[in-house]
């Protein structure tokens, strides 16, 4: 058994793994597990020709992350590697048949759960209960001049405002996901990310990174606007929506984190389904 702090020597073996998963859970994702390696701890378990995460929930739980398809794995080589942990997560919810042999628990809490949405419905807010989002975009552009760029060759303008943002919250950055997305800044191209930057009246207003999570599904994983200007957030998401290459017919917007003000932002875009991480406890003889 070897254990490593996950590093950026770990990208190539990791996204080829995920890739090969094609999972639509944000946590299926080097870029994402790198930027919050600090926060949960993140370190890379090798057991023979198998691969682990291991990793601390929010709520402090030590976990094991698979990156193998679970059938794949022997028990044998599985047991070894949660004897080092308290519960297998993040489990997509196809899986857990696989485990009804072994299962002694399986449970999931709401905050983790990702916010997925069809495309289709943010490509163009369609819909009664969207209204508020076009009415904002609409009174936006009235009022000002929005221009749209992608972020690659503007990280500079990205990080000041990261930084704005960071001033509007009153919190210290440890309490934000600041760190993370000023990792995200410096590591765009190095994490093959995506992103655009938002201009009002000529000046920097609000970004947005993401990449591809799997065949079927593009996940945000930061974004970031001044709330001096209402419309800022529907607008940028739909843009850089719209932008997107290939069929990829879903949208992950991530977790709410159990913050009811992200909670009620992510329901305000009506999601067609979350993402649920079961929390197992096994057994293997």
């Not at 020597?9 to 994402?32: G, M």
């Amino acid at each position: 058994m070897q254990i490593e702090s996950l590093d950026f020597s770990h990208q190539d073996v990791l996204q080829k793994k995920f890739r090969q998963l094609d999972l639509p859970l944000s946590e299926y994702s080097f870029a994402n597990l790198y930027l919050f390696r600090k926060l949960h701890r993140y370190e890379v378990v090798k057991i023979e020709e198998e691969m682990f995460i291991r990793g601390v929930t929010r709520d402090n739980i030590p976990f094991i992350m698979l990156t193998s398809y679970p059938t794949e794995i022997s028990h044998r080589i599985l047991r070894q590697a949660l004897s080092l942990a308290e519960i297998l997560f993040p489990v997509p919810e196809n899986w857990l048949g696989l485990f009804d042999k072994f299962l002694e628990q399986a449970s999931f809490k709401e905050a983790d759960s990702d916010y997925l949405y069809a495309r289709s419905k943010l490509e163009t807010y369609s819909g009664r209960h969207l209204d508020g989002k076009r009415n904002q975009i609409k009174q936006m552009l009235n009022q000002h001049d929005i221009t749209i760029q992608n972020l690659s060759k503007r990280l500079e303008d990205a990080q000041q405002i990261l930084n704005d943002w960071q001033e509007e919250k009153k919190k210290e950055k440890a309490e934000t996901d600041y760190l993370s997305c000023q990792e995200g800044i410096q590591s765009f191209q190095r994490l093959n990310l995506q992103g655009k930057i938002l201009d009002v009246d000529q000046k920097p207003s609000a970004f947005i990174i993401g990449e591809c999570l799997s065949k079927d599904c593009f996940a945000f994983h930061f974004c970031k606007a001044l709330h001096s200007i209402k419309g800022l957030y529907p607008y940028l998401l739909q843009d850089a929506v719209q932008s997107l290459t290939g069929i990829c017919p879903w949208i992950n917007l991530e977790q709410d984190l159990g913050i009811p003000g992200l909670r009620e932002s992510k329901l305000s875009y009506q999601p067609d389904w979350l993402g649920k991480k079961w929390r197992l406890q096994l057994r293997l003889l």
